[in-house]
T-cell receptor, first 113, second 118 residues
Framework: AQKITQTQPGMFVQEKEAVTLDCTYD???????LFWYKQPSSGEMIFLIYQGSYDEQNATEGRYSLNFQKARKSANLVISASQLGDSAMYFCAMRDNFNKFYFGSGTKLNVKP | GAVVSQHPSRVICKSGTSVKIECRSL??????MFWYRQFPKQSLMLMAT?????????EQGVEKDKFLINHASLTLSTLTVTSAHPEDSSFYIC??????????????FGSGTRLTVV
C-alpha cells in the first residue's frame, strides 16, 4: 500500500531564512512521481515541484528544491529565502503506477516577519 | 499552462437536496479526472477517478449512489452530491489529467468547492 508521511503538523520560519519540510513515502512501485503542493487558505492546490523516481538529480524550481533520497524514501522540500506569502499548508504527494495520487497529512508553515 | 475551472467555489444547501459541482478544463482535453475530498485540517482523499466516456471508478468506502460522477466530454466532469447531509460538508476538489505531454504539467487542480449542508 502507498503511504505518504509528513511528521511536522506545523512549522515556523523567520522571513528570509530557509526551511525544510519533511516527507517520507512508502511504495513498492519502481516508477513513481513525487510532488509538492502549496494550499493557501483559499483552498486551491498550487503545484510547486516534481521529482521522478528515476531522476538522479534533485529537482529545483526557483526557491524550491526537493531533497530526494531514494534509499531512505524521503522527498523533503526546501524553501529558501522564505517570504511572508509562503505561509500556507504544504502537501507532499506521490503518484503511483496507476496515476493515483496519495497525499500526506500536510504541514502548516508560518513565516514570521 | 493548463487551467481547470471549478464551480461553484462555495455552496450552502439544505439537508436532503442535491448539489452539482462542475470541473471544466479550459485549454486542454482532460482524459482523466480525479475527485478529492478534504475535511478541515486534513489531507486530500481520493474519492473517484473518471475517464471520459466511461463509468467512474470509486475508492473503497465511497458511496457511488451518493456521489454521482459524470465525465461526458473531454472538457467537463461533474460531481453530484445527492441527498446531501451535514456530514457531507467538506471541501471538494478536482484534478484533471490532460493528454500525455509531460509528466509535470499532466495534473492540474481546480480551485475547490466548499460545501456546507445545513
Amino acid at each position: 500500500a502507498q503511504k505518504i508521511t509528513q511528521t511536522q503538523p506545523g512549522m515556523f520560519v523567520q522571513e528570509k531564512e530557509a526551511v525544510t519540510l519533511d516527507c517520507t513515502y512508502d511504495t513498492s512501485d519502481q516508477s513513481y512521481g513525487l510532488f509538492w503542493y502549496k494550499q493557501p487558505s483559499s483552498g486551491e492546490m498550487i503545484f510547486l515541484i516534481y521529482q521522478g523516481s528515476y531522476d538522479e538529480q534533485n529537482a529545483t524550481e526557483g526557491r524550491y528544491s526537493l531533497n530526494f533520497q531514494k534509499a531512505r524514501k524521503s522527498a523533503n522540500l526546501v524553501i529558501s529565502a522564505s517570504q511572508l506569502g509562503d505561509s500556507a499548508m504544504y502537501f507532499c504527494a506521490m503518484r503511483d503506477n496507476f496515476n493515483k495520487f496519495y497525499f500526506g497529512s500536510g504541514t502548516k508553515l508560518n513565516v514570521k516577519p | 499552462g493548463a487551467v481547470v475551472s471549478q464551480h461553484p467555489s462555495r455552496v450552502i444547501c439544505k439537508s436532503g437536496t442535491s448539489v452539482k459541482i462542475e470541473c471544466r478544463s479550459l485549454d486542454f482535453q482532460a482524459t482523466t479526472m480525479f475527485w478529492y475530498r478534504q475535511f478541515p485540517k486534513q489531507s486530500l482523499m481520493l474519492m473517484a477517478t473518471s475517464n471520459e466516456g466511461s463509468k467512474a471508478t470509486y475508492e473503497q468506502g465511497v458511496e457511488k449512489d451518493k456521489f454521482l460522477i459524470n465525465h461526458a466530454s473531454l472538457t467537463l466532469s461533474t460531481l453530484t452530491v445527492t441527498s446531501a447531509h451535514p456530514e457531507d460538508s467538506s471541501f471538494y476538489i478536482c484534478s484533471a489529467r490532460d493528454r500525455p505531454r509531460g509528466v509535470i504539467y499532466g495534473y492540474t487542480f481546480g480551485s475547490g468547492t466548499r460545501l456546507t449542508v445545513v
